[in-house]
């Protein structure tokens, strides 16, 4: 008689990894009194973001995508997951180079990891003598400014030509196994 040695074919393993970002605007006059704060807000990773920004330079092709600078659009409307631009984008008007990155990794993979980008706006460099509109907000590579990696909008708000833009967008990275 064969002797049975537990369950041969043992349930595959689910893995899972999860992607989520963060976007928060404050229009600051200058004495630094926060005249419009968004909130921190939930994005949308476009599909073309995913692949050029993350599986190409996951992969190492020459295709991939690094994230170089923000943009400021007029339009509060969703973000399309196949976008290539925001919508009512201002262009190079309203285009940051990021002033910082900072990475936070934590011991657990499920807790994850988060990349901020940090971006200030000043307002009198970009902004004649007309007040603008802003209401969404996307990352995009320094080089390749038609191709937005994710974006999101806020309630709307006007722009003076006195004021700056604080920006925070947070990328965070978290998987697990079961």
Not at 16 to 42: A, C, E, L, Q, W
Not at 93 to 111: D, P
Not at 138 to 165: D, E, K, P, R
Request: proline letters at 2%.
């Amino acid at each position: 008689m064969k002797q049975k040695i537990g369950n041969c074919r043992q349930k595959t393993p689910s893995v899972g990894m999860k992607i989520d970002g963060f976007y928060r605007v404050n229009i600051v006059d200058p004495d630094g009194t926060i005249k419009g704060d968004s909130g921190f807000k939930h994005n949308l990773i476009t599909s073309g973001g995913l692949t050029a920004y993350l599986s190409y330079l996951f992969a190492g092709s020459a295709g991939s995508s690094r994230i170089g600078g923000m943009h400021l659009g007029s339009l509060q409307s969703a973000l399309a997951s196949n976008a290539s631009s925001l919508p009512g984008e201002y262009g190079k008007s309203l285009w940051a180079s990021l002033s910082s990155t900072q990475i936070t990794t934590r011991a657990a993979s499920t807790n994850g990891d988060t990349v901020r980008f940090l971006a200030t706006f000043i307002s009198n460099s970009i902004i004649s003598t007309t007040n603008q509109t802003i209401a969404c907000i996307g990352l995009y590579a320094a080089t390749n400014q038609s191709s937005v990696f994710c974006g999101g909008s806020f309630a709307s708000s006007t722009l003076g030509n006195s004021q700056a833009i604080n920006c925070t967008y947070d990328i965070v990275f978290t998987a697990s196994t079961s």
